[in-house]
């Protein structure tokens, strides 16, 4: 679904992304892990066309109008005076759009996908009056109204009691058994492994990509974490004709 060649990003011409390459094929369920500041969030916000890339390239098979992105949670603004209804009806703008009325079917629709992340009875209530946990289940179900092909989750459980967490992860693997793509950005590690069956491990740089045993390895791990540690933050962004055909060692899924 979602093709990487040599995608490098910059912020003030320093490299947040390095020369990635690789693949996500449609229906795989991926987790994003990393050292703070391995370009993770800045990965999501490049697939949905949020940052200018410097370089490369992302080839998509599908229009923008699929894509359903879930930015960090400190990224959402709580104090608009909005319920969680009309929260959640967001989720329909790219097929209701600006002008057309609400629909039965689509009043139904979020009503039921209010009840499936656990908050019946909570459509009038007023955004910035719920728990972190609460607001998360609200954008879950924006997300399940907009119906996506291609989900792209910034750590999510961030900030979430267990329980949350739990029933979210078992809404993940239910878009995945449906078919659908889904990329999440995580930083635990038991959940990586027992929840996602590929896994790229990113320190600004692709360290390994493919199925998560052959990821999550003691190895690899400790190689992001070396990386990590000597990065150097005033590095400029190299050319793209300075590295022709470099790849990482990227191993797609």
Not at 133 to 151: K, N, S, T, Y
Not at 210 to 232: I, K, S
Request: net charge negative; glycine share 8%; hydrophobic share 40%.
């Amino acid at each position: 679904m979602i093709a990487l060649k040599n995608l490098t990003v910059s912020y003030r011409s320093h490299p947040a992304l390095h020369h990635i390459n690789g693949k996500f094929e449609t229906g795989s369920l991926t987790a994003v892990i990393g050292p703070n500041g391995a370009g993770k969030s800045t990965l999501l916000k490049s697939l949905v066309g949020a940052l200018p890339l410097s370089s490369g390239s992302v080839g998509m098979e599908l229009g923008r109008e699929r894509i359903a992105y879930l930015p960090q949670a400190s990224e959402i603004e709580r104090t608009f005076p909005i319920t969680v209804f009309d929260c959640v009806m967001l989720g329909t703008w790219s097929t209701v759009g600006p002008w057309r009325g609400m629909s039965r079917a689509m009043h139904a629709r979020i009503e039921s996908a209010l009840h499936t992340v656990g908050l019946d009875g909570f459509e009038q209530r007023p955004v910035g009056t719920l728990s972190m946990g609460q607001l998360q289940r609200v954008m879950f179900a924006r997300l399940l109204v907009q119906d996506a092909d291609l989900i792209l989750l910034d750590e999510p459980f961030n900030a979430v009691d267990s329980r949350t967490t739990q029933a979210l992860l078992e809404l993940i693997g239910k878009w995945h058994d449906e078919g659908r793509t889904v990329i999440a950005v995580l930083h635990d590690e038991h959940q990586v492994r027992e929840f996602f069956p590929d896994t790229l491990l990113l320190a600004r740089e692709v360290v390994a990509w493919g199925e998560t045993p052959g990821v999550m390895t003691p190895d690899n791990l400790q190689r992001a974490r070396m990386m990590a540690e000597a990065w150097d933050d005033t590095a400029q962004e190299c050319h793209t004709d300075e590295v022709e055909g470099h790849n990482n060692s990227v191993v797609t899924p």
